[in-house]
């Protein structure tokens, strides 16, 4: 049986994420008191006990999820489960690396810091001179009549394409607007607007871009220990030098989460673990791809069931 790791991104964050694992496992515990002497703030109290509107906040999500993803998933690999394929949603792509090992646990933090402040920031930068972005999902249409719609409509292009029938349109206020009308009125069964700072995954976000390469650069990225399957691409890869660009490349890229779940499939993956708080990645994959079976393992209770 081969088995994948999958590791969510932004929006899966809980207040109390990680709590139990931290109590429960010893190496959970030191990787968040690592965490909090390298941030500067303390994860583990912004992640245990919120508020929700900090936790929520592009700056401190991402950080704690990649701390909760990869404490979840270290304790699962001293535990026996191994992973054949890793992979992960946007900014869960660095987790995914860091269990991999192509990334160092206090690299990938550092980076996912960087992004995630560059990512606010540049969501800021937008409000300033009058171009704020944001986000919808279209549910119910397919990706080539979504992507059709959208050649017509200036500030609006695609950013997930989560499943055959979710895609997340990203970009302007206005051009989101327009393009949730037109994709309203060519039978999208929902259009739902999406509570961000920013239009992610887009040109309006191409300034974090060069922030995060400035620190990609100086950066080490082995040969993961198993193929990590790449957001922009959809396909895996263990070649460093690849990793790095792609990761340059996914601030501003659609995230290819329905050819990554193809891609796992097509290896010969039969099983995946969802490592991370909440269950969004295991909804999407049942819609991608029914044979693939789909676990979670983000509390320490599924931990210890995946590990038995």
Aim: charged share 20%; glycine share 10%.
């Amino acid at each position: 049986m081969k088995i994948a790791f999958l590791c969510p991104g932004q929006g899966s964050q809980v207040v109390g994420m990680g709590a139990d694992l931290v109590a429960a496992f010893p190496t959970a515990r030191a990787l968040y008191e690592r965490a909090d002497e390298l941030l500067g703030w303390s994860a583990s109290e912004v992640s245990f006990n919120g508020p929700a509107e900090q936790l929520n906040d592009t700056r401190y999500a991402q950080p704690a999820l990649y701390v909760q993803s990869v404490a979840a998933g270290r304790v699962l690999l001293e535990r026996g489960v191994k992973a054949d394929f890793l992979a992960g949603h946007s900014l869960g792509e660095y987790s995914a690396l860091a269990l991999a090992g192509a990334l160092s646990f206090e690299d990938g933090l550092r980076l996912v810091s960087v992004r995630g402040a560059a990512m606010a920031e540049a969501g800021r930068d937008r409000k300033r001179v009058g171009v704020s972005g944001t986000m919808a999902a279209i549910i119910g249409l397919d990706e080539k009549t979504v992507v059709d719609a959208l050649s017509g409509i200036e500030g609006a292009v695609p950013a997930n394409f989560n499943a055959p029938d979710q895609i997340v349109i990203s970009g302007t206020i206005a051009g989101v607007a327009a393009a949730s009308e037109k994709l309203a009125a060519l039978g999208a069964k929902r259009v739902v607007p999406l509570k961000v700072s920013g239009a992610f995954h887009s040109p309006l976000v191409a300034s974090a871009a060069a922030k995060l390469r400035e620190v990609l650069d100086l950066t080490e990225i082995r040969s993961p220990r198993a193929p990590v399957v790449a957001n922009v691409t959809g396909k895996p890869t263990s070649d460093p030098d690849e990793i790095r660009e792609l990761l340059v490349r996914q601030i501003a890229s659609p995230v290819r989460w329905t050819d990554s779940v193809r891609a796992l499939a097509r290896a010969g993956v039969t099983r995946c673990y969802e490592v991370g708080p909440g269950r969004v990645l295991q909804g999407l994959v049942r819609r991608v791809e029914r044979s693939l079976e789909v676990l979670g393992a983000g509390t320490a209770d599924e931990v210890r069931a995946a590990g038995v």
